[in-house]
């Protein structure tokens, strides 16, 4: 079965840190981009990390720069989240999600619906709660 399986949410404090994963089960990670999408209850759903395959470049959402990393290991066919200084904000449900290039730029894979709505494969979704 060709899926995402994703891990590492959980309950943190607010400064703490967490690190998703997302591990691809039946298909080559190589030739995909990877998205990290987030959806809080009654919140639309936010682009908030894209990585290309071609290149590696990366794109964040101005509500986790400087505070989440994107990163891929292809040989282990899993990409990662690396979330610090988190804060009540950043608590939703994170989904990974694929769809192969090439991308007008890896930004528009995060911003625009045509893409969301087009992902080849997504996560489950893992819960990711801030609170004190």
């Known amino acids: 079965q060709l899926q995402f399986v994703e891990s590492g949410g959980g309950l943190v404090q607010p400064g703490g840190s967490l690190r998703l994963s997302c591990a691809a089960s039946?298909?080559?990670?190589?030739?995909?981009?990877i998205g990290w999408f987030r959806q809080a209850p009654g919140k639309e759903h936010e682009g908030i990390s894209c990585i290309s395959s071609s290149d590696g470049s990366t794109y964040y959402a101005d509500s986790v720069k400087g505070r989440f990393t994107i990163s891929r290991d292809n040989a282990k066919g899993t990409v990662y989240l690396q979330m610090n200084s988190l804060k009540p904000e950043d608590t939703a449900v994170y989904y990974c999600a694929a769809r192969p290039g090439p991308l007008t730029t890896v930004q528009a894979m995060c911003v625009y619906d045509e893409y969301y709505y087009g992902m080849d494969y997504w996560g489950k979704g893992t819960l990711v709660t801030v609170s004190s």
């Open positions: 039946g298909f080559t990670l190589d030739y995909y981009n």
